[in-house]
């Protein structure tokens, strides 16, 4: 017996009372960095591509007023002999618009303004939505009858057409595009979470937490919420594309962000009634929207090929 219970040279015999020997932490950190090294591997593409031109294109917005002004007129170089805008060349890398404001500053303060407008009401129409759809899925009876009837009419609702009428009643500006997708979107949200609630309020962990006397928020709050949020960070991309391409438009019909502010859809505005000679004015701006609306579906692509479950929300399928 001493054998086996001192700490000398003997090993102890394999048996039911004997502990597994672990090893020191420092010992399993070789092992651990390649773990680490191999998950980095396996990044999805989607979500490293997505990143990056996402990364660059907040570069450009954050140093935006080192291009200059997006305002400025030149209507000595900016503008032609014959009055029309110049080409693109030397200090006019895309050329000027029509009022001899160079194209490449415009452009970017336009990516600027598109991502302020998709990052601050991809947020406050996720976070109505989910909590929207928390309560009704959970609470039931009236609170659910009555919210989920506004989220029906929230679906129902024609997103051009109910933008405009909302801008028709308030005014101009960056405020009033963020207000109108966030009304026009908390909805399709809202109904996500609330078949994910309805799945889930009737698992073990939910019922264990009503055993042991956790009841209303308590349960939304540690129970329900967390589970949710995976849904939540998958869609949001998703989301964000759509406020992207929904500012643009509202942009392009006047109704959102107007001139002398630049946007990505004033400026494809403006720049149709040049595009027989300057199609650049039109075709800049719109790989522009094209590039952020793609960037943002491939890092929800990413984010969801970390998690089998969200694969139904996928448009690239497999």
């Known amino acids: 017996m001493s054998a086996v219970t001192s700490g000398g040279s003997g090993a102890s015999p394999p048996g039911l009372g004997a502990a597994p020997r672990r090893r020191a932490p420092w010992l399993r950190a070789p092992a651990a960095d390649a773990a680490g090294r191999r998950a980095i591997r396996r990044w999805p593409w989607q ?162 937490g009503e055993a042991m006397g956790a009841r209303g928020m308590a349960i939304v709050r540690r129970h329900l919420a967390p589970h949710v949020t995976s849904m939540m960070i998958a869609y949001s991309p998703l989301n964000a594309a759509a406020a992207v391409a929904f500012e643009a438009t509202l942009s392009y019909l006047s109704a959102g962000i107007n001139p002398p502010t630049a946007s990505l859809g004033n400026m494809i505005s403006d720049g149709q009634a040049a595009i027989s000679y300057r199609p650049l004015l039109v075709v800049a701006p719109g790989l522009a929207i094209m590039v952020l609306t793609l960037a943002f579906l491939l890092v929800g692509e990413g984010i969801k090929a970390y998690n089998p479950d969200l694969r139904r929300l996928s448009w690239l399928g497999g």
């Open 47 to 208: 979500l490293v591509a997505g990143v990056a031109v996402l990364v660059v294109l907040a570069g450009l917005a954050i140093a935006a007023p080192l291009f200059g002004s997006p305002t400025h007129q030149d209507l000595i170089h900016g503008l032609g002999p014959t009055g029309l805008p110049v080409g693109p060349g030397p200090g006019y890398p895309l050329g000027a618009d029509l009022l001899g404001r160079n194209e490449l500053v415009r452009l970017v303060y336009g990516i600027r303004v598109s991502l302020i407008v998709a990052i601050v009401s991809n947020a406050t129409s996720i976070v109505i939505g989910a909590a929207v759809g928390l309560f009704a899925g959970y609470f039931r009876g009236p609170v659910e009858q009555i919210l989920m009837r506004f989220t029906d009419i929230g679906l129902a609702l024609p997103y051009t057409l109910a933008g405009l009428v909302i801008a028709a009643v308030m005014s101009a500006g960056m405020t009033r595009v963020i207000v109108i997708i966030t009304v026009l979107f908390w909805s399709y949200p809202a109904r996500l979470v609330y078949g994910e609630v309805l799945r889930l309020r009737t698992r073990g962990f939910v019922e264990a």
